[in-house]
């Protein structure tokens, strides 16, 4: 079940993060695609499929975080064996966007990294959506570097990506 209706504000819903499964792919694609369907604009297919939504449940973690009437959003995270956390697709139902998910999201898939010892994670933003690159930056982000879109096909406007790098700090550092 999808929302359709932006929470009251100073509602205390019941939350809970957990892990995907295989099983939830079903769930994932239309979810993620909602949730990045203002970001069309750019591309002539949509965001993911059940194909590739699968490929990363084996290659790592998608975070998810539900109430009692659906998924509210998630965060994709992979260890890599650098000691690096990458960390992609973070996605919001769009009635929940703004209210603190997101960054709740990026706190879980930071603290999944620091569990696994990862020192560094490492996010890919499109170029093309400055205001996602100073929200990241806001959360310790920095810049990089740049690097081309994965899959120019099916580019209607020309991007790429801007990667950027947080340091972690074991959670007695953190603020």
């Not at 019941?14 to 949730?35: H, K, S, Y």
């Not at 490492?122 to 990241?136: K, M, N, Q, T």
């Amino acid at each position: 079940m999808s929302h359709t209706s932006t929470p009251a504000l100073g509602s205390d819903l019941a939350t809970q993060l957990r892990t995907a499964t295989p099983e939830d792919t079903g769930r994932l694609v239309p979810f993620i695609n909602r949730a990045f369907a203002r970001d069309n604009y750019f591309k002539r297919t949509e965001r993911t499929n059940a194909e590739q939504v699968a490929e990363y449940l084996q290659k790592g973690t998608f975070l998810l975080k539900e109430d009692g009437d659906g998924l509210l959003g998630l965060i994709y995270i992979e260890l890599r064996d650098n000691g690096h956390g990458y960390i992609g697709m973070v996605a919001v139902d769009p009635g929940w966007q703004s209210m603190g998910t997101g960054r709740e999201l990026m706190k879980a898939g930071e603290q999944l990294c620091r569990d696994h010892d990862c020192r560094l994670i490492e996010i890919s933003v499109i170029d093309l959506r400055p205001e996602l690159l100073a929200w990241y930056q806001r959360q310790g982000y920095k810049i990089v570097g740049e690097a081309p879109y994965i899959r120019p096909e099916v580019l209607i406007l020309p991007c790429h990506f801007i990667l950027m790098e947080k340091e972690l700090r074991s959670t007695n550092q953190e603020r």
